[in-house]
């Protein structure tokens, strides 16, 4: 072999030996970034506790949101009824209320941040209301859809947050949510 070829011979193995060296360190910086990832721990959401909203929901409670009789609907989360009989146009009104409730004041004012931030709960935003007086921090939004309108009050309380919605053919009223809001507040720690 002459001394040009071995020369030659060298360089190309240089080429082939900085790329294999340079493909072995990024997999074992990423092995090691894996590791140190995969050592901590996850941040969970926040678990709300079991909780029987019925409890602080009577049917006598919701016939006075919706104005008229009502029964319970069953098999669905929260604490629900609807209107014991049909409007004219064969549907029913509704209304249920959801209670989250959470053993820490961390984990509430965590899921509460949270709640804010998916249903944007910003001051001057488009059919949504303050209201105080309820709780530590209450939002009121009344929004027409369709044929129908959809009235719903959050509110935040210590280590609780609960939302009372009611679905009617008519506009439900914000002083009879505020109410119904302001009965059930009293009733969680």
Not at 23 to 45: H, I, N, S
């Amino acid at each position: 072999m002459s001394f040009h070829t071995a020369r030659a011979h060298a360089r190309h193995s240089q080429h082939r030996i900085i790329p294999a060296l340079l493909c072995a360190c990024l997999l074992l910086l990423a092995a090691a970034a894996t590791c140190v990832l995969a050592a901590a721990p996850a941040q969970a959401d926040p678990q709300s506790v079991d909780f029987d909203t019925c409890t602080i929901f009577s049917s006598a409670d919701a016939a006075q949101v919706l104005g008229i009789p009502v029964r319970p609907i069953t098999n669905v989360g929260g604490c629900s009824y609807e209107s014991a009989k049909e409007t004219s146009a064969g549907w029913r009104r509704n209304v249920a209320l959801n209670v989250f409730k959470y053993k820490s004041a961390a984990d509430e004012t965590s899921a509460w941040g949270d709640q804010k931030i998916l249903h944007h709960f910003e001051p001057g935003r488009k059919n949504l209301t303050v209201v105080n007086g309820i709780g530590s921090e209450a939002y009121l939004q009344v929004v027409p859809d369709r044929k129908d309108f959809e009235g719903t009050i959050w509110v935040h309380k210590n280590l609780s947050h609960f939302r009372l919605i009611a679905v009617s053919e008519q506009s439900p009223s914000p002083d009879i949510l505020k109410a119904a809001a302001q009965k059930i507040a009293a009733k969680l720690p």
